[in-house]
């Protein structure tokens, strides 16, 4: 048998899964249909906050097609709560989280009656049918209303909006300093609030569940990232036994963390699927999903730097509040947490307090979003380095690099606490200033402020690190999660020496199938087309974590290569057999094993061979089983730290307040590459959404609660003339945190660019005055921060559509 | 209503409702599910599909509008197992990620190119405006355009690229 030669990982392999995506040989969950299949639609609430006082569903009930209505009052004995998985703190308060309202509503579009017909047009038309009666209730919108003193209260019972507080403070810990004597000594303080806007994932799937409650195991296919977790909280959530219970996450079509849910409809349509004994589907329409599919972000930042005036920071607070909406779902509480980690960055603070506070409101719940409580922290103190650079007359870079880790610090032990292993800030940074073309760029903005030119120039730095790998399991129970962070993985040996690979990673559009293919082939020899990856499904795959937090490749590949790892240890016994040689004597190379030492032309066996040899099992050493299939199951002992530097430089028209991106050059760090062509891909599609929550994206909601940017033509997802062509690069460190020497890199376009773009505005118009622009940077926030000279220009450009020509004094989401 | 419609080379004639969309009557009566809807406002393109040689969003057409029609779907591209150019060029430039948008783009770019055989950068970006990718950052979308644009040059290609003029569609492509 012949092997690879030249090593997979570092190929830029064309992608396995693209051969049915490209002909639409696709497997969405709406796709499915089965024997008597039934649909379901979801009424629900117009209301943010309000007590249902009836609901009527009689006429409802009589629409053609139409086979039963089901409201909260039906369901509320077997509904359970949907599941938190992070309780935060001991404390923490968290009301009960109906799949369906029973007696009051919470925000608007939460779900209070379903109706199940024979098809979806005919359940459409039923929900108009369905008739409800409310109490209104006082609605809570503003984070900071919300826990001022004699706040109206979005669950009564809890007595309070805030549902937890989280601290840490570094002299507390142990790891720096008390940050209020760096405030007290500092030489010079900058302290600003900025807010982070509430995002909607917006993956272009809309979700789906299909129930098939007919055989022996109940099964569940859903467009989720979470296949394995949905069947443990299936499990808990509904007291059903896990083993009767099958989850299938077939084709996916992006996530973001907007799948990574239990989700109402998941339960709902268990439940109705059950009760009437029949395979039942929903499948949301995109209005739907923008209003009752988890939201993003929504956090009101208030920060203090403290430095020298030579530059040396010297201290760092941090004082949040995080909207959690009107529910805890299955990771909320922990989603700002993630970014206490994170505040201070690559800089050297010896003093660091970070706290939060959770804030409950009448809107859709938040939870995680591409990035999840790493993105705010990177945004507010990439802001704040370059508010220092300003404050201090120096060049933003220089502030950084005054500042920054330097390479020959590694291993390096942060006032956060966490240990980063590797990195090297000054090498992305001098090729992200040399493919930008840093010191022309500079010359032009000086050139045209002096000319006074229209349109002015703008530069903005990102030089940002993040943490990846989601998570050792010691820290996520350090940190309260509900379960561990390990991740699983088979590798089967079939006698014709194919290879099935068995991942607990769950992917939705990232390549795993490509990828682990070429991790495979380099591990055991075999030809990158002989590995097929199998995943996503309870039943052939049967342990997992699934897919969220930039783990897949740090985490989830690594169980493949320790499975790998056991498949060779195995083979290697019945190769020595085969070869009448001692186990010792025998070395795996390229495929094959031979005689350690015994030359080129010296009999070998391949892989395949002694697949073949075990399967027939007529002659194996004693006591070895007739099987080379091997399981491995990760943890991962630290956190991986992608890092890099981004640039942007930004065009402003000062007459329109319009923004257009000029160029923008990412350099990103994300340690060894497999794939390079799949990694500038996620790096492409990061920007895209770290750019889009810069410029344009925004859920807002009305001062009734009611969610103003329901449809694709309200929430602004930038098409392809939005977006700036980008001139992406890599350097490389690797990790020392896991054997392939990778880090991550599905959030880090995202955590890096915002930052940077908004860095690039700011800087544009900063000579007018102007300090900050509150997120999205429209043209009508823009062009007033211009005409005022405000130094926080926010309120206006808050409504839907971005800022696109009406005016609400109030602003934001308010 | 009873409508005949071509699709993908079959002609089917069938019994609808008059309210049921293109998109609806293709993915539940026919079984072409590599068409999916990705919105209720048109904004997505995730729909895309030619009717008689025009993209349209076929969540916006009613079936009933396709009478007499000629439709071709994503899984009507291929010819003899032969990828159509602008389908191997998606997989070459690694323009796709989770592919749920990849019908409609791939629809949308042949259309592109059958208007303009050799579009630049930003006549890419402008022709593919009314179809979303969440995923891509869309710059190795318009790579693969480009590139798929040289490979069809000369009049050479299958004949899913032929742009016939033959009527008016209503709730056109853009």
């Known amino acids: ?814 | 209503m009873r409508i005949t419609v071509t699709v993908d080379g079959t002609t089917y004639t069938d019994e609808v409702e008059p309210r049921q969309l293109l998109v609806h009557y293709l993915r539940e009566r026919l079984g072409k599910v590599g068409t999916v809807v990705g919105c209720d406002t048109s904004n997505c393109g995730a729909c895309t599909v030619h009717l008689d040689g025009h993209s349209v969003k076929s969540c916006s057409v009613l079936a009933v509008q396709a009478d007499g029609g000629e439709v071709t779907t994503i899984e009507g591209l291929a010819r003899d197992g032969t990828l159509h150019p602008v389908q191997q060029a998606f997989h070459d430039n690694h323009a796709l990620q989770c592919g749920f948008c990849t019908p409609g783009m791939i629809m949308q770019s042949i259309d592109l190119l059958a208007d303009n055989p050799d579009p630049d950068e930003r006549a890419v970006r402008e022709g593919l405006e009314g179809n979303l990718c969440r995923c891509t950052g869309y710059q190795n979308i318009v790579r693969a355009v480009r590139d798929a644009a040289g490979h069809m040059r000369g009049g050479a290609g299958p004949e899913a690229e032929q742009v016939r003029e033959t009527r008016n569609v209503v709730g056109g492509g853009n």
């Open chain 1, 1 to 814: 048998m012949t092997s690879t030669i030249e090593p997979e990982i570092g190929r830029a392999r064309l992608r396995k899964e693209d051969a049915r995506l490209i002909a639409g040989r696709t497997r969405w969950t709406d796709n499915l249909a089965l024997p008597g299949l039934l649909h379901m639609a979801v009424a629900r609430s117009p209301m943010a906050h309000a007590r249902i006082t009836n609901i009527d569903v009689d006429a409802a009930r009589r629409m053609p097609g139409v086979l039963a209505v089901f409201t909260g009052a039906d369901l509320a004995g077997e509904q359970g709560s949907l599941p938190c998985a992070w309780p935060i703190t001991e404390d923490m308060k968290s009301p009960d989280a109906p799949s369906i309202a029973v007696e009051e509503v919470n925000f608007a579009g939460e779900a209070v009656a379903v109706v199940v017909a024979r098809s979806a047009y005919e359940a459409a038309d039923a929900l108009e049918a369905v008739d409800v009666d409310y109490d209104e209730l006082p609605v809570v919108l503003d984070l900071e209303g919300a826990v001022a003193d004699g706040a109206d209260l979005v669950h009564p019972d809890l007595g309070t909006n805030a549902s937890a507080t989280w601290v840490f403070d570094s002299a507390e810990a142990g790891t720096g300093t008390d940050v209020e004597r760096a405030i007290a000594d500092a030489e010079v303080l900058i302290e600003r609030t900025y807010r982070q806007q509430r995002l909607i994932p917006a993956f272009m799937e809309p979700r789906s569940v299909v129930v098939d409650p007919t055989g022996e195991q109940l099964t569940m296919w859903s467009a989720t990232q979470i296949p394995h977790i949905l069947r443990v909280m299936l499990a808990m959530t509904l007291s059903v036994p896990e083993h009767k219970v099958r989850v299938i996450a077939p084709d996916v079509g992006g996530g973001f963390g907007g799948k990574l849910q239990v989700t109402p409809e998941e339960i709902l349509t268990f439940l109705v699927a059950r009760r009437l004994g029949k395979p039942v589907k929903w499948t949301e329409t995109r209005s739907e999903s923008l209003l009752s599919a988890h939201h993003g972000r929504d956090q009101v930042q208030k920060l203090t730097l403290a430095a020298r005036r030579d530059g040396t920071v010297t201290g760092l607070k941090v004082e949040l509040l995080a909207d959690m909406g009107a529910y805890l779902r299955l990771v909320t509480p922990g989603v700002p947490i993630l970014g206490a980690f994170m505040f201070n960055a690559i800089y050297k603070f010896p003093a660091y307090r970070f706290a939060c506070t959770n804030v409950f409101t009448n809107k859709t719940p938040t939870d995680a979003y591409r990035g999840a409580g790493r993105p705010e922290a990177t945004y507010a103190i990439e802001r704040l380095m370059d508010e220092l650079a300003a404050e201090l007359g120096v060049d933003p870079i220089e502030i950084r690099e005054r500042n920054w880790i330097r390479h020959e610090e590694f291993p390096f032990d942060t006032v956060a606490g966490l240990t980063y292993d590797s990195g090297n800030y000054e090498a992305a940074t001098a090729k992200a200033k040399e493919l930008f073309g840093y010191d022309a760029l500079r010359a032009e903005q000086r050139e045209r402020r002096e000319r006074g030119d229209t349109v002015q120039l703008g530069i903005g730095t990102s030089t940002f690190t993040e943490m990846c790998g989601l998570a050792p399991s010691r820290v996520l129970g350090a940190l309260s999660y509900a379960a561990g962070g390990w991740e699983h993985a088979a590798v089967r040996m079939l006698p014709t020496g194919k290879v099935e690979v068995v991942t607990g990673s769950s992917p939705h559009g990232q390549g795993h199938e490509t990828a682990w293919s070429q991790i495979v082939a380099d591990q055991l020899g075999v030809p990158f087309e002989d590995v097929e990856v199998l995943h996503g499904d309870t039943q052939s795959s049967h342990r997992g974590m699934d897919t969220y937090g930039s783990r897949s490749l740090t985490v989830g590949a690594m169980a493949v290569v320790r499975a790998a790892d056991k498949v060779k240890a195995k083979a290697a016994k019945v190769a020595a057999h085969m070869l009448e040689a001692a186990e010792d004597d025998v070395e795996f190379a390229g495929g094959a094993f031979g005689v350690r030492g015994a030359g080129a032309e010296a009999k070998s066996v391949s892989i395949q061979d002694v697949a073949l040899a075990v399967f027939a099992a007529h002659d194996l050493p004693d006591g070895v089983e007739p099987s080379l299939d091997s399981e491995a199951t990760f943890d991962p002992e630290n956190f991986s730290f992608p890092h890099g530097t981004h640039l942007c430089a930004a065009e402003v028209d000062t007459e329109t307040g319009r923004v257009t991106i000029r160029s923008y050059v990412a350099v990103d760090d994300v340690g060894k590459v497999v794939n390079p062509l799949i990694v500038e891909g996620q790096v492409h599609g990061g920007l895209a959404q770290g750019i889009a929550q810069a410029l344009y994206e925004e859920a807002v909601h009305d001062e009734s609660g009611t969610l103003t940017t329901g449809t694709l033509a309200d929430y602004l997802v930038p098409s392809a003339v939005d977006l700036p062509e980008f001139t992406t690069d890599r350097t490389e460190t690797a990790a020392t945190s896991n054997a392939l020497g990778v880090k991550g890199v599905g959030e880090a376009g995202t955590i890096a660019s915002t930052p940077a773009v908004v860095n690039a505005v700011v800087d544009a118009v900063r000579h007018l005055g102007v300090s900050d622009v509150q997120m999205p940077c429209t043209p009508m926030r823009v062009w007033q921060a211009i005409r005022t000279g405000r130094t926080d220009a926010g309120g206006l450009g808050g409504e839907a559509g971005g800022g696109l020509g009406s005016i609400n004094p109030e602003g934001g989401a308010r």
